[in-house]
């Protein structure tokens, strides 16, 4: 039931981006993989052009406000999460993979959208920076596993 739950925030979080960006198009996937990442028979899994430069821009992202000198507080944290969510539109409207590939990036990334939506809502700079630490972790993965 919780998973449901889950599940359903993230539609709402995701169908919410697209209510305020009308111009940014994407498609919410019903199912869902389940599952821990693991590599394609030992080599990484083929990622599109547009994921790869996606993921690369979210890492930047995360890169420039790490050197940000005011970036602790919950309003950095909460404006970082609205920026989060907008680049994760942007990569799930851009993304054409389909198959393995394609449910492991999910993997990937549902944990990744979860803790964007509990960033940008968090009332609590405690929780927030935990938000982004598993973010930048996650988001670190992404070389390990895709190509």
Same mark, same amino acid.
């Given at each position: 039931?919780?998973?449901?739950?889950?599940?359903?925030? @993230?539609?709402? #979080? %995701?169908? !919410?981006? +697209?209510?305020?960006?009308?111009?940014?198009?994407? $498609?919410?996937?019903?199912? &869902?993989?389940?599952?821990?990442?693991?590599?394609?028979?030992?080599?990484?899994?083929?990622?599109?052009?547009?994921?790869?430069?996606?993921?690369?821009? @979210?890492?930047? #992202? %995360?890169? !420039?406000? +790490?050197?940000?000198?005011?970036?602790?507080?919950? $309003?950095?944290?909460?404006? &970082?999460?609205?920026?989060?969510?907008?680049?994760?539109?942007?990569?799930?409207?851009?993304?054409?993979?389909?198959?393995?590939?394609?449910?492991?990036?999910?993997?990937? #990334? %549902?944990?990744?959208?979860?803790?964007?939506?509990?960033?940008?809502?968090?009332?609590?700079?405690?929780?927030?920076?935990?938000?982004?630490?598993?973010?930048?972790?996650?988001?670190?993965?992404?070389?390990?596993?895709?190509?």
């Amino acid at each position: 039931m919780k998973k449901i739950a889950l599940f359903l925030s @993230i539609l709402c #979080l %995701l169908a !919410s981006c +697209a209510s305020e960006t009308d111009s940014i198009p994407f $498609e919410v996937h019903e199912q &869902l993989p389940k599952g821990e990442l693991a590599l394609n028979d030992g080599k990484k899994w083929a990622a599109d052009s547009a994921t790869a430069i996606n993921m690369a821009g @979210i890492d930047m #992202l %995360l890169q !420039s406000f +790490a050197q940000q000198p005011e970036n602790e507080s919950l $309003e950095a944290y909460n404006d &970082l999460g609205k920026t989060l969510q907008g680049e994760l539109q942007n990569l799930f409207a851009a993304c054409t993979m389909k198959g393995a590939a394609h449910d492991m990036l999910h993997t990937l #990334l %549902l944990p990744i959208a979860e803790d964007v939506q509990l960033l940008n809502e968090s009332k609590d700079d405690v929780e927030a920076a935990a938000a982004y630490e598993r973010i930048k972790e996650r988001v670190a993965l992404y070389p390990n596993y895709f190509q």
